[in-house]
């Protein structure tokens, strides 16, 4: 979004201002109305670029300050005939559409997460063979800037649902308002790039997208404010784009956005974790994307460990990629979460190389009882059942030292370890408390412990596929097959596995006890796994 001022430069008063992106196209035809001021040679165009970088200065020339940015770098003066004031909606569809419909010309784009690939006239189908029956219509980078005649848009486009508005020159919700209005069809607009004035009464502009479900704002400079101020126009929105953007703190949308289903506020620098709690209580709210948003922490104050919290109650998929998670708190929070089924949580932290990434990824699965999907995989029955059989064996030790007992009537663990490990009595309900000949010292993360290289072979399958991997002694044979199943896509109830050393050339040794770790069959480095499935 750019500022254009007209002025004189050397005391001229401002004679115009307007708000859209400014291109730098050489000379070009501008609008009658600012024909006759920009025949004097004298007036310059005063331009604030999106990249301050572009700019050269803060809107001041020899001492005296025409406007002011908002960067110090990012003001230019430029000459009117330099600048590129926008073309109506219809002409930039119809110079897509039409002037190029000689050419197979193929476009992808997206709203929000949606791919759509459009191609040239040559290649669509005859439905979509005039502007009339067009569907889905891209005009991404096409200078658009206002409608054009009232109810042209409407006569020639009427069946629009997609729209992508994408890094274009329209300079408030007024002028997009004027377009989308003529589209009683339109369900999903793309409006990534475009700075927005907020207009004097939102609720006015309501019929303008009525029917809207899906609203992309990404890199639109909007913050939660004028967020919750532009709301009552999007009644029935479902799904709202707001990734990288400046917003650092969220309010509590009273009456407004009640309907979303999905909200995207990947690559924004929340102040803290404190500020999802005030968008808690969205009834319909089912994913929410706060990837690369400065998150450490969470926590939902309104219940204690081992409850579900009324907050995010239809929460199922959440992703917190390349944030700074580093403690195991957070996760103990995602269990409160009453709806939670899939979780990504890559590049935190908590899954740093340095770390087993797999057994991190195990304690996640014995942490949150109801997730089905971590990272992108599917978590198995098998699998869970290996990695809660095995959280319940590290801690156990630990829970006898802080009052835990297997005699349910003396099993009084401390407040500490249940907050710790909220769901640690839930795995002692279902498996039973550990005996004493499990109990070992905890360990989740000694990778380095005992690493064997160990080679995996397929005899009735492939002889010649071999599969070498450094795994620790300690892992249990449960959790080998769930490496197996993700390397061969074989479900590990359906794996039969062995082992041959050098040491006993000729004899293959049967694997038969999924709870065992590796080191309890004597594998040692170098020796290989014999792999067979029906």
Not at 510 to 534: A, C, H, M, T
């Amino acid at each position: 979004m750019i500022l254009f001022r007209v002025m004189q430069l050397g005391g001229g008063s401002s004679v115009m201002e307007r708000r859209g992106l400014c291109s730098l196209l050489g000379t070009c035809p501008l609008q009658q109305v600012t024909q006759c001021l920009f025949d004097n040679l004298c007036l310059w165009l005063g331009v604030e670029w999106d990249n301050p970088e572009r700019g050269k200065h803060d809107g001041s020339n020899e001492g005296i300050q025409y406007f002011k940015s908002s960067h110090p770098t990012s003001a230019s003066f430029i000459r009117p005939k330099k600048a590129n004031f926008g073309v109506h909606f219809l002409t930039a569809v119809k110079r897509r559409y039409e002037l190029e419909d000689n050419q197979d010309k193929t476009e992808k784009f997206t709203v929000g997460k949606t791919e759509v690939q459009m191609v040239g006239f040559q290649s669509v189908s005859e439905k979509q063979s005039q502007l009339h029956n067009l569907e889905v219509v891209s005009v991404k980078g096409s200078d658009v800037s206002c409608a054009g005649q009232d109810n042209e848009i409407q006569q020639t486009t009427p069946n629009i649902v997609l729209l992508n508005l994408s890094e274009n020159l329209l300079s408030s919700w007024d002028r997009v308002a004027d377009i989308t209005r003529q589209l009683t069809k339109l369900k999903a607009l793309e409006l990534r790039g475009n700075r927005l004035r907020i207009p004097a009464n939102p609720s006015s502009l309501t019929h303008a997208f009525a029917n809207l479900k899906e609203l992309a704002l990404n890199k639109t400079g909007v913050n939660w404010s004028e967020v919750l101020e532009c709301a009552p126009m999007w009644p029935v929105l479902e799904e709202l784009y707001l990734s990288d953007n400046r917003i650092t703190d969220l309010q509590e949308p009273v009456a407004v956005l009640q309907s979303l289903t999905l909200l995207d506020l990947s690559n924004n620098p929340l102040s803290d974790g404190e500020q999802l709690k005030k968008i808690g209580h969205l009834p319909r709210l089912n994913k929410l994307l706060l990837t690369n948003t400065r998150l450490r922490s969470v926590h939902f104050d309104d219940v204690g460990p081992g409850c579900k919290t009324a907050m995010f109650p239809s929460l199922e998929f959440l992703a917190v990629d390349n944030n700074s998670i580093s403690q195991w708190s957070f996760v103990n929070e995602l269990e409160k979460l009453q709806s939670l089924q899939k979780l990504s949580c890559l590049n935190n932290p908590l899954m740093s190389s340095e770390r087993n990434a797999e057994t991190a990824q195990q304690l996640i699965v014995a942490k949150i009882g109801n997730l089905q999907v971590l990272n992108k995989s599917n978590i198995l029955p098998d699998e869970r059942r290996g990695a809660e059989l095995d959280y319940r064996k590290i801690f156990g030790k630990e829970w006898l030292e802080a009052g835990g007992h297997q005699d349910p009537e003396k099993n009084r663990p401390s407040e500490a370890f249940t907050a710790q490990h909220p769901r640690y009595q839930i795995l002692i309900e279902k498996y039973g408390a550990p005996e004493d000949g499990e109990l070992k010292e905890q360990q989740p993360f000694a990778l380095k412990n005992q690493l064997l290289t160990i080679t995996f072979k397929c005899p009735d399958r492939d002889e010649k596929k071999h599969i070498e991997k450094k795994l620790p002694g300690s892992m249990t044979i449960q959790k080998v097959k769930g490496l197996l199943y993700r390397l061969l896509k074989v479900p590990g109830s359906e794996l039969k596995l062995t082992y041959t050393s050098s040491k006993m050339e000729g004899k293959e040794i049967e694997i038969d006890n999924d709870l065992k770790p590796l080191q309890f069959y004597s594998i040692e480095d170098g020796d290989s796994v014999l792999v067979r499935w029906s």
